[in-house]
Nanobody
Framework: QVQLVESGGGSVQAGGSMTLSCAAS????????MGWLRQSPGKEREGVAI???????SYADSVKERFTIWQNGAKNALYLQMNSLKPEDTAIYYC???????????????????RGQGTQVTVSS
């Protein structure tokens, strides 16, 4: 089992920045891919960004050039730097982990093996 705990959410004005963190514990050695997904009321769940065990990254078109995903060297922490935030970025953001490799952000959105409890991000105009 893998436990994921997100932190760093909150409220920010449009144009601002925020960094989310995710602490991973448990049997993390089996993880091949980690990422972030988000969900807001009335919208479908959306994969935001992924990073695989080789460092390959991919982003949803809606966040490209604004968000950056990375891990620490021990691969027990995941981060998401969010810049130029927009009101439409408002959502609950979840950290996710997969026991398989991933190619697109759809992998974390559809059926991750593990997911955290989420952290709220609110962007006001």
């Amino acid at each position: 089992q893998v436990q994921l705990v997100e932190s760093g959410g909150g409220s920010v004005q449009a144009g601002g920045s925020m960094t989310l963190s995710c602490a991973a514990s448990g049997d993390i050695h089996g993880i091949y891919c980690m990422g972030w997904l988000r969900q807001s009321p009335g919208k479908e769940r959306e994969g935001v960004a992924i990073i695989d065990s080789d460092g390959f990254t991919s982003y949803a078109d809606s966040v490209k050039e604004r968000f950056t995903i990375w891990q620490n060297g021990a691969k027990n922490a995941l981060y998401l730097q969010m810049n130029s935030l927009k009101p439409e970025d408002t959502a609950i953001y979840y950290c996710a982990a997969l026991l398989q490799s991933c190619i697109t952000t759809d992998y974390v959105a559809l059926d991750p093996d593990f997911r955290g409890q989420g952290t709220q991000v609110t962007v006001s105009s």
